[in-house]
């Protein structure tokens, strides 16, 4: 179970939006730690998709996008592409006794 | 270029040990904390370990604490996991990757560059 709750999967056809949740509590995303995207394409290493909330690094399509609010976080991805398909995980920090760097579980994006 | 390559993984019995390897390339190895991560098969990202760029601070996942060290060799630009007393739970892909600073607040952690992982199996 992680700390971290993000769907299982969601799908999306080429051309249109998805978002992607990442759930937490008061004591990582609502205490006010950074948010991190990656995205895991099999076979490949994973990549750094977003950091600190919204920024993206040099490389990454503006087609990402990332959003924080309260113990809540999304990944957004427009102008879905094929390429897309892939697994994404959010991380962040948590503060209480098992803390320290945590994922979300992880979500499978399909694009139909 | 960024580039890290893992190594060291393999089939291995319960209650022994193992060491991972990752060599880097095209940054600064000594300005920066190293990281390990593992993924289990079929599960999700778990974060195993960060030692900061001068070694002074290694941090800790629950379940590797007292069995794991996260080690450093910053004029080989390696960076090591002494893995003891392995547990099938412990089968994963084991990734190392770099943190954005120096790795001293583990709060701040994130990882903008990955090595393509090596499989380690605990299995009698």
């Avoid at chain 1, 996008?65 to 892939?86: F, M, N, P, V």
């Avoid at chain 2, 390696?78 to 089968?91: A, C, G, I, K, Y």
Wanted: proline share 4%; glycine share 12%.
């Amino acid at each position: 179970q992680s700390v971290l709750t993000q769907p299982p999967s969601v799908s999306g056809a080429p051309g249109r939006r998805v978002t992607i949740s990442c759930t937490g509590s008061s004591s990582n995303i609502g205490a006010g730690y950074d948010v991190h995207w990656y995205q895991l394409l099999p076979g490949t290493a994973p990549k750094l998709l977003i950091y600190g909330n919204n920024n993206r690094p040099l490389g990454v399509p503006d087609r990402f996008s990332g959003s924080k609010s309260g113990t809540s976080a999304s990944l957004a991805i427009t102008r879905l592409q094929a390429e897309d398909e892939a697994d994404y995980y959010c991380q962040s920090y948590d503060s209480s006794l098992s803390g320290y760097v945590i994922f979300g579980g992880g979500t499978k994006l399909t694009v139909l | 270029q960024v580039q890290l390559a893992e190594s060291g993984g393999g089939v291995v019995q319960p209650g022994r040990s193992l060491r991972l390897s990752c060599a880097v390339s095209g940054f600064t190895f000594g300005s920066y904390g190293m990281h390990w991560v593992r993924q289990a098969p079929g599960g999700g990202l778990e974060w195993v370990a960060l030692i900061s760029n001068d070694e002074t601070k290694k941090y800790y996942g629950d379940s590797v604490k007292g069995r794991f060290t996260i080690s450093r060799d910053n004029s080989k630009n390696t960076v090591f996991l002494q893995m003891n007393s392995l547990r099938p739970e412990d089968t994963a892909v084991y990734y190392c990757a770099k943190d954005r600073g120096w790795g001293i607040s583990v709060a701040a952690s994130y990882f903008n560059s990955w090595g393509q992982g090596t499989l380690v199996t605990v299995s009698s």
